[in-house]
């Protein structure tokens, strides 16, 4: 059964860091392109940041709200993605989500939004 699991949310003040973890089960993670999205209270679901597969190098891709402060990696061995998330601001409070598809291997398709496998998501939340 294919899965995905984050975690790591949790309560921060603005310019602090969170390390968001996203567990795969069922497929090999090298094997596909997987997102991290985020919804906030009230808002449609967004793209935040992309890695591609082992077939495309692990391109990563940012948006551009996040550009500079967000890191995506991927650790083969533990079957995981993260997402490395700097210099946090109010404006990054929403429940994050990790997502993929069976047929998507670079990001041009996961950053549609339209995707098969979602994890339950993991709530961040920035305030002082």
């Known amino acids: 059964q294919v899965q995905l699991v984050e975690s790591g949310g949790g309560l921060v003040q603005p310019g602090a860091s969170l390390r968001l973890s996203c567990a795969a089960s069922?497929?090999?993670?090298?094997?596909?392109?997987i997102g991290w999205f985020r919804q906030a209270s009230g808002k449609e679901r967004e793209w935040v940041s992309c890695?591609?597969?082992?077939?495309?190098?692990?391109?990563?891709y940012y948006q551009d709200a996040v550009k500079g402060r967000f890191t995506i990696s991927r650790d083969s061995d533990e079957n995981k993605e993260f997402l490395e998330m700097d210099s946090l601001r109010p404006e990054d409070t929403a429940v994050y989500y990790c997502?993929?598809?069976?047929?998507?291997?670079?990001?041009?398709?996961?950053?549609?939004?339209?995707?098969?496998?979602w994890g339950q998501g993991t709530l961040v939340t920035v305030s002082s």
């Open positions: 890695i591609g597969s082992k077939s495309v190098y692990h391109t990563p």
């Open positions: 069922g497929f090999t993670v090298d094997d596909y392109a």
């Open positions: 997502g993929t598809d069976v047929y998507y291997t670079d990001c041009a398709g996961i950053i549609t939004g339209v995707l098969d496998v």
